[in-house]
């Protein structure tokens, strides 16, 4: 398979795995905008071309957020890919307290590969909690995000300098 194949696969998989999903936002977004947009920051602002690095984060919600498990992950795009979205994958049978401290905590144990898709999820999750905030979340809440976002972030620094720029700019715009 070859690398245009293997993204535009990816992109087809993850649209089928989020058809009936939408982002929190007031207009309820159609959820694959959010993977779609990791990609744009990763090769269009940041200049990311490792073709698995793009397709796991296509994919990258996938296992956190619909039925799909890293073997199908594994069957269908490899080892490398299914690697990169298991280990941005949070273990929903955690409470969200615990899931969100983990984060932190292994932001720093992460691959690259890994740490690049994490970047650009944090990146874009704060632009949209400026841009097209979830619906009902108070200031106070939003605000609380942009902190953890960025503990978990200075865990991994060191890892892309343009990546780690855009995500001070965004966190500059916290409210
Ligand atoms: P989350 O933190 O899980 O919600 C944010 C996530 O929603 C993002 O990381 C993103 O994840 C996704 N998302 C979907 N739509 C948007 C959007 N439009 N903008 C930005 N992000 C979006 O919230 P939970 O409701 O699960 O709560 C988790 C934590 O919030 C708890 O641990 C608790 O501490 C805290 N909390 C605070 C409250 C308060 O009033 N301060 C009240 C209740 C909880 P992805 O990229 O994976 O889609
Ligand atoms: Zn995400």
């Known amino acids: 398979m070859d690398d245009i194949h293997r993204l535009i696969r990816a992109i087809d998989f993850a649209a089928a795995k989020h058809r009936n999903q939408r982002r929190k936002d007031e207009e309820a977004s159609p959820y694959i905008n959010h993977p779609i947009a990791l990609t744009q920051v990763l090769k269009v602002e940041a200049g990311v071309s490792d073709i698995d690095v793009l397709a796991a984060a296509l994919l990258h919600d ?5 039925e799909t498990t890293a073997e199908e992950l594994q069957r269908e795009f490899g080892p490398r890919i299914a690697g990169i ?3 941005v994958s949070d273990d929903t049978s955690l409470p969200k307290v615990e899931r969100k401290r983990l984060q932190v905590e292994h932001a720093a144990t992460l691959s690259r590969e890994a740490k690049l898709v994490k970047l650009a999820d944090k990146i874009c999750n704060l632009r949209d909690m400026l841009d097209a905030p979830p619906a009902k979340w108070d200031l106070a809440r939003r605000k609380e995000y942009f902190e953890w976002a960025k503990e978990v972030v200075d865990n991994l620094r060191g890892t892309h300098p ?3 720029a855009l995500f001070d700019l965004a966190y500059a715009g916290k409210p």
Not at 62 to 66: C, H, K, S
Request: net charge negative; charged share 45%; proline share 0%.
């Open 85 to 87: 979205v298991a280990e």
């Open 62 to 66: 996938t296992i956190e957020d619909t």
């Open 162 to 164: 343009r990546l780690e």
